[in-house]
Each structure stands twice: as C-alpha cells, then as structure tokens.
C-alpha cells in the first residue's frame, strides 16, 4: 500500500498563531509531496510542490513567507502557516508521490481543517 | 498552460444504474496522464482510475472505466451497477513533467455525484 498521514486533522487557533502541518509517508520513500488548499465546495488548488532536500516551487500568487514548506526527510514534509488570519482558514491536502517513476499516482492525506478566529 | 474542466457540477443516478461524469482538458503536451479522483464526505482523496495518454486503450478498474479521446482531449468517467457508496465528489485530474520524474497535477471543479436509493 501507500499511506500518507496527516496531522493535525482540525485545528482552531487564534489570529497571529502560527500553526504547522505535517504530512508523513508511512509506508514509502517520498522525493517530491504537494500542498494543496480546498475552499468548501470547490476543488484542489495546487500551493507549492515539495521536494526532499530543496526549497519549495511555489505556485503564483502563494505567499511563500506566508506559507513555509519544509521536506526535510523522504517520508516528511510540514506546511506553516504563519501569523495565521481568518482569511487562511480552509482545508489543506497534501499528497506524496510514491517513487520517481512517470506511472505512480499521488496518493492523499486525509487533509487538515485550519479555523482562525 | 493545462485546464481540466468539468461542466457537470452534480449529477444524480439511480441505484444499479450507469453514469457518465464529463471531463475536458486542454494541452499541447503529447504525453500526459489523466486521472479521476473520488472525494468522500471524509475528505480523503481516493484514486479511482487512471489512464496513460500514449495508450489507446481505455483504463477500466471493476465498475469505473474511462472513455478517453485523444484528439478531442476528453476523458469521461462512466460508474456501472451504481452503488450507494459512490456517492462522493468526483475530481478529474490532469498530471504533466515539470522537471524529470517531478509533476504537477492540475484539477478540475469537481462533480458531486448522489446516488438514489
């Protein structure tokens, strides 16, 4: 199989926190993971592609000092969001891809729920 | 730059029945993958199907195959013997290189699928 874990699931925090994300292969080595953002009804928007060892590739309009991507480990990648706002509150999805290979799908966390009051 | 586009933002289908959700894409790549994604009120993305561009045949996986048209860039996603299960929002995704072995996925809106009972 191929797990990918995400935590937390939910976080509600306070406007000017920042929180951080994690997103883990369990069961694979990952070179490259995604983050995505999902606002409530609408679909997956790419943030930033994450490869293991190298800064981040932001996608336009991604606030790069806003949203802090770290893929220190083949099986980890962390997202952090700082100085958190209500306008940052939405679902946060990442993916690992398992292995190099131009055949292998992207396999999902179940994805974070971020609420700023 | 690649669009998906998906212009069915909800179908309904009987129980046991057959549906088509609709999926169009436009590129000027010549290989690419095409993907359909399944989102359950869980959240987690789950991979449904998948089919290479430079194959001709059409990908099936038990009760999910794909009507793919090259040349009219479309990629049709047809669910036979409908269950109650099924019911889930419903992501195609087109995937291209970026640099070698690194991809970017790019999705469409999404169609919510409600099966009746």
């Known amino acids: 199989g191929a797990v990918v874990s995400q935590h937390p699931s939910w976080v509600i925090c306070k406007s000017g926190t920042s929180v951080k994300i994690e997103c883990r292969s369990l069961?694979?080595?990952?070179?490259?993971m995604f983050w995505y953002r999902q606002f409530p009804k609408q679909s997956l928007m790419l943030m930033a592609t994450?490869?293991?060892?190298?800064?981040?590739?932001?996608e336009q309009g991604v606030e790069k000092d806003k949203f802090l991507i770290n893929h220190a480990s083949l099986t980890l990648s962390t997202l952090t969001v700082t100085s958190a706002h209500p306008e940052d509150s939405s679902f946060y999805i990442c993916?690992?891809?398992?292995?190099?290979?131009?055949?292998?799908?992207?396999?999902f966390g179940d994805g974070t729920r971020l609420s700023i009051l | 730059a690649q669009t998906v586009t998906q212009s069915q933002p909800e179908m309904s289908v009987q129980e046991a029945e057959t549906v088509t959700l609709s999926c169009t894409y436009d590129?000027?790549?010549?290989?690419?993958?095409l993907f359909w994604y399944k989102q359950p009120p869980s959240r987690q993305m789950i991979l449904v199907i998948r089919?290479?561009?430079?194959?001709?045949q059409n990908a099936t996986e038990n009760r999910f195959s794909v009507n793919f048209q090259k040349a009219a860039k479309s990629f049709s996603l047809k669910i036979s013997d409908s269950q109650l299960g099924d019911a889930a929002m419903y992501f195609c995704?087109?995937?291209?290189?970026?640099?070698?072995?690194?991809?970017?996925?790019?999705f469409g809106t999404g169609t919510r699928l409600k099966v009746l009972a």
């Open positions: 089919q290479e561009a430079y194959k001709q």
């Open positions: 993916s690992a891809q398992k292995g190099v290979y131009s055949n292998q799908p992207q396999h």
């Open positions: 995704a087109y995937r291209s290189e970026l640099t070698s072995g690194t991809y970017k996925y790019i």
């Open positions: 069961d694979f080595q990952a070179t490259t």
């Open positions: 590129t000027s790549e010549s290989d690419y993958y």
């Open positions: 994450s490869n293991e060892g190298s800064k981040a590739t932001y």
